[in-house]
């Protein structure tokens, strides 16, 4: 083993402490790194005037302490630990929480090793301007710099270093202020070791040093007040009384870690994300690569308090015992009404437990044998999605990397769930909140101002779920505002999706180019830098074909005739990477912005404005920097040639899709731009016939559009489907093509870490059901051997009767394929970078560097490919990439679901207001039968919903119908079949929320039902 030492500026007088570790070379082979620290003794303790540090100028915490709490009358500071940061953040953000607080590197390096996104709270909280905190090295200072003893472990050496730290402050402060002689000693203020360890309190006490728990600190506060609500309760112990003492253990323990590690690594554990069952609280599932079918978890016991997005590690049970999941609406709110929220009342728990035990056991026997799949139990979660920290074990499981966000999920609060309503009264009393996505459980919340907060949106967090508690303990966060204020709503929803919206920092504006608006391209010459290497492209006729208002045109197209008898087809693209650099504040963030969002009335930037609808929009009448891709095609669109350059381009007209089209199909116009839309509308016909040929899919999603009253009331009147156009297919084609053409060649030049994106086939059991409901209501067959075959069958797919099934039948069948995702070429196998949807055996995305920033990546790659710039090293390197790919494709997914909860809160808004005048009533078709309900997709406002009937009705699991007997016969309604559906949005009594009721017209009223 090669041994080597790295040292640091050699001081023969310094005192030496030594750290050992290993660490594994490119080449794979171990060494032994020994690195020495040189400790000093001009780390500043940060206390004002203080006699014996040198640099006390620069100090910040006034010698006498803080005198705001009423255990330290002789004033004091606080000295938190690791936990406090991991786990009170909201708390020490507050504004109102100030006090003067000393920050251990120790504690620092903890912070950042264990969570990025708290590490950048923590860096905030220290640079901020009413807070006061002093940032102490002890690490190198001699006299609290701590070396891990033998069998320590790094915990336990760190928690003695933050002892050790604090002891030497309360040292410090005496000997800084020696008496005088003559005069009154002073009293001397105390530091305080602020923990929720019950450990490390103990082994302080042993040693004499000050130190209190985070809940009694606030207590003790002056103005304590609201803040004791913002408190997690994560490391708190649970108070000896005596109902808690008597607590029943509801779910079964965790097992411990490294047991989960262990288990999962010898293939006796399965590890996946937890999804909840957005219909049945009692169940949920774990997708596990092993199984062709998700792990089905049946009941709270079994689900053991995960919680959706969780990464959970469970125990497959013997194939006996294997279930079919349940065909049953079972609804949380409706269930657990009687649940009381403060948990005293232990009978009450256990009439529920039993309820719901009698409900599993009524299911388990309904069950069909024939869909069993693999079942099993939860026995420890490897990383909770509710916190943005790792355990310290499953640090090293590249988990670190996990895009970790803070969870806070948005809720109402249950008024039933009150103890007092007196809104004048500040006692504090627990009530639930109920998280506005169906898949989360309640959360039980201590709070003082519950009364105040009924009616309101307000952010949650969770802190904690112990064995003995039915339900998940959090805390409050913020109020967002009345519920259905379009700001509360708004809000609400960039939250519940992580969508980052803050205002544009100075230092990201400051990348800007300096003339701002005025900024324009430079005449052409030689020497100026913007024309370097370019084309000359201004003379192309050349013109954008967006939708309607579009503000950040990032793509136009020309066509023209080749002399030999060749069409030239380009597609420019806004040339962002132009003005966004690597590793510069603009760039860091947009990477963690990853791609712009779409909400029905709001655009949220990836880019700063000027760049998105100004400089990297290819605006009409004025020249733009582009990036080119150029083809030479056969009159029968065959690539002869393409070819890719930076350009510079003059757009001769932005047109709407519709008036593209109108300018197309007029046969008076015959000019030259004219002609260029019809050339690239034949090819795009062609390309588009090729594509299908070769097993591309047709694949849907309701599409829906909401009309808006103004632009500036932004209140929804109508919701209409979006049309089509050839030349929304058009453009489509030409996009696709270039970002095919720019895959290969970007992979070609780096193989190791181009950015590429796929879309794996789809399990094929991921289609069983939706082949035999075909095949059983409509006696078609579903065949998905491959992409084309699947293609080739959805087309047949066809109801004489009724043009809407095909639609019908091909969202059905998108949702059961997997989504697409970007990837480093470098870190899969080569084949399985095949694009499934689009039968590409190789895709990237390049088209939209303005709002997505994958493609701003691969402008970097191609620009790099073409040897127009070099690749800056970050895109060398394959762990970064996979880092920064991770979380674009993560927002990515956010940034859809946020734009459809968007739509459906403003098809709820017209709804509403349409249903102030009549009733709405509207054709659905049915999607799902339930035992007790029927699951409906009303296409016109591509909403689903579900039909519930609280009357015993007959359901045929086999068959997917439902029964209702009535006086004048029975009235069976099955998948596919078309009905008519009243539509209306209702509140919700006790949490205000607004839901959208549905209740059958036709063939059956089942309002009564
Ligand atoms: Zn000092």
Known sequence: MVEITIRKRPRTDAVVTQRKFFK??????????????????????????????????????????????????NGHLIVPDTNVFLSQMDLMESNSFNPHIVLLQTVMEEVRHRSLPLFNRLKGLVKAEDKN????????????????????????????????????????????????????????????LLTDDVANRQKAEKDRIPCISIRRYVEGMKKSGLLLDLLSTAGEEIEPTKAVAARQVLYPAYLPMSTLLAGVKAGQLHQGHFNANQYNYLEGNVPAPAFSKPVL????????????????????????????PADEVVDQEATLRNDDASDSEEEREDDEALAEQKLLAVEAAKRRAAERQPTGRVVGIIKRNWRSYVHSEARYLNLQYVFTPHRRYVCHIDSTSLTSSNTTSLSQQTVFATPVSRLLPRIRL?????????????????????????????????????????????????????????????????????????????????????????????????????????????????????????????????????????????????????????????????????????????????????????????????????????????????????????????????????????????LAIKIKAARMAAGALNL???????????????????????????????????????????????????????????????????????????????????????????????????????PAFNTLVRIMATRCMLSAEYFCSGSVSRDTFGHYGLASPIYTHFTSPIRRYADVLVHRQLSAAISYTTLHPSLHSKSH????????????????????????????LALKARGEKQTVTEDAFVIRTFRNGLGVFVSKLGIEGLVMFKR???????????????????????????????????????????KVKMTLVNPINSSAL
């Open 700 to 802: 849907a999603s309701p599409e829906v559009k909401i009309q808006m009253d103004s632009p500036e009331s932004s209140d929804p009147i109508d919701v209409e489907q979006k049309e089509l156009l050839e030349t929304n297919s058009l453009v489509e084609e030409f996009m696709l093509l270039a970002n095919i053409s720019v895959a290969k060649k970007i992979q070609e030049t780096f193989p190791q870490t181009a950015v590429l994106r796929r879309h794996l086939p789809p399990p094929k059991t991921n289609f069983e059901k939706l082949q035999d409901i075909l095949m059983k209501r409509k006696g078609m067959v579903l065949d998905v051997s491959s992409s084309g075959a699947l293609a080739a069958s959805l087309d047949k797919c066809l109801d004489p009767s009724e």
């Open 133 to 192: 905190i002093w940032v102490f090295y002890n690490e190198y200072r001699s006299e609290t710099a701590v070396i891990r003893e033998e069998e320590e472990t790094p915990n336990d050496r760190n928690d003695r270093g933050i002892r050790k730290a604090t002891a030497w402050y309360n040292e410090h402060l005496s000997l800084a202020r020696p008496p005088i002689r003559g005069k009154l000693q002073p009293p001397l203020p105390t530091a305080i």
């Open 446 to 682: 201590r709070t003082r101002q519950a009364p105040t907060l009924v009616g309101q949106k307000i952010l949650v967090t969770i802190d904690r779920w112990l064995a003995t508690s039915r339900y998940p303990e959090g805390h409050f966060v913020r109020a967002l505002g009345k519920v259905e204020t379009k700001e509360a709503e708004q809000e609400s929803l960039l939250l519940e999706f992580d969508v980052p919206y803050r205002p544009f920092g100075k230092a990201i504006l400051d990348c800007l180019p300096q003339q701002g608006d005025s900024w324009i391209v430079p005449p052409k010459s030689t020497t100026s830098p913007e024309w370097r290497d370019r084309e000359d492209l201004r003379e192309l006729l050349i013109c954008s074909i967006d939708p309607p208002g579009c503000q950040d045109i990032d793509d136009a197209l020309h066509a023209r005739l080749l002399p030999n008898g060749n069409i030239e087809a380009g597609v420019h693209i806004a040339d962002v990477s132009h003005f966004v650099l690597p590793d510069n504040p603009m760039d860091h963030e947009a990477a963690a912005r990853g791609t712009t969002v779409y909400l029905v009335d709001k655009r949220i930037d990836m880019l700063p404005a000027l760049l998105g609808t100004n400089l990297c929009s290819l605006r009409p009448h004025v020249e733009r920097l582009a990036f080119s891709v150029i083809w030479e095609l056969t009159p029968d669109a065959e690539i002869v040639n393409v070819r890719f350059t930076k350009s510079v381009i003059a757009s001769k007209e932005a047109f709407t899709y519709e008036a593209a089209q109108l300018r197309k199909d007029d046969p008076n116009l015959n000019d030259d731009l004219t002609k260029g839309i019809r050339l690239l509308n034949s």
């Open 297 to 324: 978890l049946v009941g709270r016991e079994h689900m053991n308090r995960a919680v959706q997005g969780d990464i959970v590690a469970v125990e497959i049970f013997p194939e006996s015992e294997w279930k079919a």
């Open 952 to 994: 015993e009705i007959q359901f045929d699991a086999d068959k997917y119908t439902i029964t209702v007997p009535s006086d004048n016969g029975d009235t069976t309604i099955s998948v596919f079949d078309k009905v008519t559906v009243r539509i209306e949005v209702e509140k919700d009594a006790n949490t205000q929320r607004g």
């Open 24 to 73: 594994k070379t490119a080449r794979g082979k171990v060494i032994k790194v020994i690195r020495e620290r040189y400790l000093r003794n001009d780390v500043s303790c940060g206390i004002e005037h203080c006699g014996l540090c040198e640099s006390g100028s620069e100090a910040t915490l006034p010698a006498s302490g803080a005198f705001d709490h009423e255990l330290y009358p």
């Open 881 to 908: 990439v996979e880092r920064t790919l991770d979380v674009v494709n993560k927002r990515h997914r956010m940034a859809q679901m946020a734009g459809r909860a968007s739509v459906e809160f403003f098809v709820g």
